[in-house]
């Protein structure tokens, strides 16, 4: 008798992919959507391959026990299957393929959602014309295909140009703009934000966002691009299947737009200002995916040679903290560069090294961005220098105790706008209107022995109502 064994999982660290205990943001997302929506998502065998390769190994598991049977099969037979230590993870892997309609709740049967049955079959075995997994373009030779290493420059550049823009805004620098589109993604996914309509600058939300890998950060922006589909009057289904269709082509290759419904023209200029498409002109009738594109349901790394990729020597890390809080960063990256420089005063540069110190400006700097202590320290730990490694703990006790220091220094102290009230005639009428502002809830400041206490300013026109009708009955 078969038995499924629940195994940790070594396929990748990227904190986006599907592991034993998380399941994918998108995943995540496309649970919460409608069983139509879901069924019409399922008609296209590329979305169905692409969503498969999202889930969690188990559920991964569950669906290819299934896929090529023809037959419901009993819960007990399938429970049979588990061992003791695996009830629990099947019983949510079922419910996770119970939310996403794979596999519909049922006390007496189990199989797979035809729909989804059918179109996955049809991408593991081949066949049909839908052009599912999109339609290359035959090489006349006056269009070549592109070179894989211009594709990796080209996403790159997009890419960085957005990053480099979020961490070097409200420093007088003035780089590189991303498109009114990319701007408005970024402000709607809170990552950065305009104070009383003064120029973008990156917020707390916005500086975790850059700890992150490329493959989580490009979801959480397109997870926020189909949240704003309704809005944009874009068809959801076709949004997410255009995406996941991408994810499945080939690196290298051309593919025509024909075939293409008016949604997802609409989406190439998207894609092409965030780096996941390029096109040779913004009318032209093909385009080529680029890694960032074509790895977006996999583990493999979305760009060859970026900050925090998974490759070379910026993903072993690149910084070294000594107890003096000097720092000495082994990088040329300037990407890297102008993240440091959010809470680091930088004070010399070389071709290949950047020496500064962590001051208490520097560190008040990003805590007024919105920028926490707590940011600030996990970005040194997850970019600390191989040496740095070696330490236990890894970074100076001293300077996460100072940097945590300054931020309570910061914190210390809160202003707050409200009314002060004072001079009461007696100790009766002052305990009368205090009872009133505390059943109001407005009181944050109270001194009996003063009789006098704080409001809060929305309160203020009730108090003022309030006096003013008991000094009015007092004068009758």
Excluded at 100 to 114: E, F, M, Q, R, Y
Excluded at 391 to 411: A, G, M, S
Aim: charged fraction near 20%; aromatic fraction near 8%; proline fraction near 5%.
């Amino acid at each position: 008798m078969p038995s499924i064994t629940i195994k940790a999982t070594t396929e990748s660290k990227d904190t986006n992919a599907a592991t034993d205990d998380v399941s994918h943001s998108l995943i995540t997302f496309l649970q919460s959507q409608s069983q139509n929506m879901l069924t019409r998502l399922y008609q296209k065998p590329s979305a169905c391959l692409s969503i498969f390769r999202l889930l969690r190994p188990l559920e991964r598991q569950i669906v290819m026990n299934l896929l090529w049977l023809d037959v419901q099969i009993p819960p007990s037979t399938m429970a049979a299957w588990v061992t003791r230590e695996g009830k629990k993870p099947y019983q949510d892997a079922l419910s996770t393929l119970s939310r996403l309609h794979i596999l519909p709740p049922s006390v007496t049967k189990h199989a797979l959602n035809p729909t989804f049955k059918s179109s996955m079959r049809q991408a593991i075995t081949g066949g049909g014309t839908s052009g599912s997994f999109g339609v290359l373009t035959e090489n006349d030779g006056k269009h070549p295909p592109p070179e894989v290493e211009a594709l990796d420059a080209y996403a790159l550049e997009r890419w960085e140009t957005i990053l480099y823009y979020m961490v070097s805004s409200g420093t007088g620098q003035f780089p590189a703009k991303p498109s009114a589109g990319v701007l408005y993604l970024l402000q709607r996914s809170e990552l950065m934000s305009s104070v009383r309509g003064n120029a973008l600058q990156i917020t707390s939300t916005g500086f975790q966002f850059l700890l992150h890998p490329p493959h989580v950060q490009l979801w959480e922006l397109l997870l926020q691009y189909l949240q704003m589909a309704e809005e944009r009057q874009m068809d959801l289904v076709e949004v997410i299947s255009f995406l996941l269709m991408l994810s499945t082509t080939e690196l290298g290759k051309d593919y025509s737009t024909e075939n293409l419904s008016a949604t997802q023209k609409a989406m190439l200029e998207d894609l092409r200002d965030y780096g996941l498409i390029k096109q040779r002109t913004a009318t032209s009738r093909r385009f080529s995916p680029t890694r960032l594109a074509t790895t977006l349901t996999s583990s493999s790394p979305p760009l060859p040679t970026s900050a925090g990729s998974g490759d070379g020597s910026h993903a072993q890390g690149f910084i070294v903290l000594e107890t003096n809080y000097r720092l000495y960063a082994y990088t040329d990256n300037p990407l890297q560069i102008a993240v440091l420089n959010l809470f680091v005063t930088l004070k010399s540069r070389f071709p290949n090294l950047v020496i500064g110190a962590i001051t208490r400006e520097s560190v008040k700097k990003a805590l007024v961005s919105g920028i926490t202590a707590d940011q600030i320290i996990s970005y040194l730990i997850t970019h600390a220098h191989p040496q740095m490694r070696r330490n236990k703990p890894l970074l100076p006790v001293t300077v996460q105790d100072q940097v945590r220091l300054w931020e309570l220094e910061k914190n210390r102290m809160k202003s707050q706008e409200g009314y002060l009230y004072t001079a009461f005639a007696s100790q009766a009428d002052y305990e009368y209107v205090l009872n009133y502002a505390k059943q109001l809830d407005v009181v944050l400041w109270e001194n009996a022995s003063r009789r006098c206490f704080f409001g809060r300013l929305e309160g203020h026109a009730n108090i003022r109502g309030f006096i003013e009708r008991r000094q009015t009955a007092g004068n009758a």
